[in-house]
């Protein structure tokens, strides 16, 4: 594997540059002999481990304050469609013609290459990861009895989000559940109509320091206290005698098309549901349940304008995989990213992710930045190192005009194919969740 540079200004960091080189090629050396330890059978043992202390969890953990969210006053000019653009009848026909996958289940070679790439971030968080993922999965087996005292539905909804902020989730929401955001795996497998979207922030400056062992631990120990967070929301729908499923870190449906339903967020040029106050820095999970909720509505944050007057994701991706247009793809008009593109880089590069460091929702706020849009005609930061400038696995820090050039041989995944017949066929030819295990990988 190798990744060669366009030439120009480029800055190395003197020893810590070479350290970071040094150490990337050092983990990757050894990946292949910590495969065995990786394999589900095997690492579904690490949740009978301790956590890490909670003193060294310190910088992974996400702020314990929930978001006070609102409608935003927009100018004129920043105004667009509170909801992605969609044509229902192509939704339908693509769902009808080719039912969505469940990427991991669909690709488990890759999946397992992924896994074994970021080793060095899963191993530490994956005994409290495992645990999180049990407790969630747990849920999916309480048969709840029907409460005599049972609140009307906007009472209850308000004890769900004020339950939600207790226990230290970020954000939550309300939305119509839709089986054409649910995997071909998981239909008819889920309970009710409505969806529960759980949002929970990920460290600030742990994420500041993408690419890097870092902040993909970081993303997957986020993971790991949204998780146990969501199982306990999910136990208070139950206590009121209402089903509610909460869903792992992998998911079962379009994560995004919720959280942008229920109000949280847009989806933003990287194909990540930017949120008001830290752009996709957060995890999200859902909880399908039948409890008769009030739902919430999409929200018009300015992001459509904002990402057409910025693109920094789309110039400073590391191998381009992000388009600079809106456009159909099965029904819905978005920024399609190019999977073969970035899923090498994401799997080799620790978890990538420079689409999210170098939004500048992420660094500022949506706020801030639309205040500045609309004061200026500019994109905060965009332009400047402190916005746009990442140091990458090669030892060199790249500044805004300057990205790696990724070689070819990087990118090349030998023995996998994306486009292949998928590895595992859908729900009902085999059981989602074997009672052996979990034949999926652990991944993000």
Known sequence: ?????????????????????????????????????????????????????????????????????????????????????????????????????????????????????????????????LRARKAVRATTKVDPTPSAATPDPDELTRRLKDHAAEIGLSAVGVAAYDPTYTFAEYQGSHVGDRVVVCVLEQNYASTQTIPSPRAEQTALSTYAELMERAAKLAELLQQHGYRAHAHDQEGETIVIHYGEQAGLGQLGRNGQLLTPEAGSRCRISVITTDAPLDLDAPVDYGVREICDSCNVCVRRCPVGAIPSTWRPHRGVEKSKLNTKRCFPVVAQADGCAICMKVCPAQRYGLTAVADHLARTGEILGKDTDDLEGYDWIDGYHYPPGRRPQISEEFLAMEGIDLDATPTLPIHGELPARPAGGDERPMVM
């Open 1 to 129: 594997m190798t990744a060669t540079t366009e030439p120009g200004p480029r800055v190395r960091r003197g020893p810590r540059g070479h350290a970071k080189r040094a150490w990337w090629w050092a983990r990757h050396a050894v990946a292949d002999h910590v495969g065995p330890v990786l394999a589900p059978k095997v690492l579904r043992h690490a949740k009978k481990l301790p956590s890490m202390p909670r003193v060294l969890r310190s910088r992974y953990a996400s702020p314990k304050r929930p978001w006070q969210l609102s409608a935003p006053d927009l100018p004129a000019r920043l105004r667009g469609p509170a909801a992605t653009p969609r044509d229902e009848d192509a939704v339908r026909e693509a769902f009808e013609q080719a039912p969505l996958r469940d990427f991991f289940r669909a690709n488990l070679d890759a999946s397992g290459w992924l896994q074994r790439g970021l080793w060095r971030c899963l191993l530490p968080v994956a005994p409290r990861l």
